[in-house]
C-alpha cells in the first residue's frame, strides 16, 4: 500500500533555529495536511493545502509556520524561529480528490525536540 | 463547537476477550466520525469511518463502532483482542461534514495493551 513518508524520523534542534520537516505525500494526492501532537495532548490539525496555497489553518499555525511543495513531491512545514513549545511530533497527511478529510493517509510522524 | 472525548485514557484486556473503546462526541450538526489507531513507529491508519450512512460501520482487522445519536457515542469494539491490536486508537470528528479543506479534531487517545 502507498505511504506518506516523513524525514527525519526525530529532530533535535536549539531554540531559535529554523528547521524544516519533510514530507513525501502519496503520489497522485492533492491535499495536504499537517498536524502535531505535544506529548501528552491531543492530535491537532495545523493547517492544510491544496493548488498550491493554504485552504485553512489553525490559531497554532502563526507567522513562524510555513508551508510549501517546492518541487511536486515533497511537502515542507518551516518552523521560522523554534520555541520551547514547539517541541512535538509532527505528522504529514495526504488524500485523494474528492475524499479530502475523509480518507487521509498519515506518515509516521516527524519527533521535533526544542532545547 | 466539535469535540470527541475518549473515556478512557488505557484499556488493558486478554487476548480472546472483548474490546471496547468508549468514544463520545459533541457536534452542533450530523458529525463525521472516524476511528484512527497508530502502531509504534507506525502513522496513522484509518481503522473505520461513519459518514451518515449505516449506523453500524465496519472496518479493518475485526474492529466495528456503532453510532449512536441519542447518546452520542462512536464506542469501537471488537470481538476478540489480538497481540497484534495493541496500538494507540484516537477517536475523530471532522469539522465539516465531509469536504477537502475540513479539519479532524482528535480524542486524546485510549492505550489498548493485550495480555497474553
Known amino acids: 500500500e502507498p505511504e506518506v513518508t516523513q524525514t527525519p524520523s526525530h529532530q533535535v534542534t536549539q531554540m531559535g533555529q529554523e528547521v524544516i520537516l519533510r514530507c513525501v505525500p502519496i503520489?497522485?494526492?492533492?491535499?495536504f495536511y499537517w498536524y502535531r501532537q505535544i506529548l501528552g495532548q491531543k492530535v491537532e490539525f495545523l493547517v492544510s493545502f491544496y493548488n498550491n496555497e493554504i485552504s485553512e489553518k489553525s490559531e497554532i499555525f502563526d507567522d513562524q509556520f510555513s508551508v510549501e511543495r517546492p518541487d511536486g513531491s515533497n511537502f515542507t512545514l518551516k518552523i521560522r524561529s523554534t520555541k520551547l513549545e514547539d517541541s512535538a511530533m509532527y505528522f504529514c497527511?495526504?488524500?485523494?480528490?474528492?475524499?479530502?478529510?475523509?480518507?487521509?493517509?498519515f506518515g509516521s510522524g516527524t519527533q521535533l525536540s526544542v532545547l | 463547537a466539535q469535540s470527541v472525548t475518549q473515556l478512557d485514557s488505557h484499556v488493558s484486556v486478554s487476548e480472546g476477550t472483548p474490546v471496547l473503546l468508549r468514544c463520545n462526541y459533541s457536534s452542533s450538526y450530523s458529525p463525521s466520525l472516524f476511528w484512527y489507531v497508530q502502531h509504534p513507529n507506525k502513522g496513522l491508519q484509518l481503522l473505520l469511518k461513519y459518514t451518515s450512512a449505516a449506523t453500524l460501520v465496519k472496518g479493518i482487522n475485526g474492529f466495528e463502532a456503532e453510532f449512536k445519536k441519542s447518546e452520542t457515542s462512536f464506542h469501537l469494539t471488537k470481538p476478540s483482542a489480538h497481540m497484534s491490536d495493541a496500538a494507540e486508537y484516537f477517536c475523530v470528528v471532522s469539522l465539516y461534514g465531509s469536504g477537502n479543506t475540513g479539519k479532524l479534531i482528535f480524542g486524546q487517545g485510549t492505550t489498548l495493551q493485550v495480555k497474553p
Open positions: 503520489s497522485n494526492h492533492l491535499y
Open positions: 497527511a495526504s488524500s485523494y480528490p474528492g475524499q479530502g478529510v475523509e480518507k487521509l493517509f
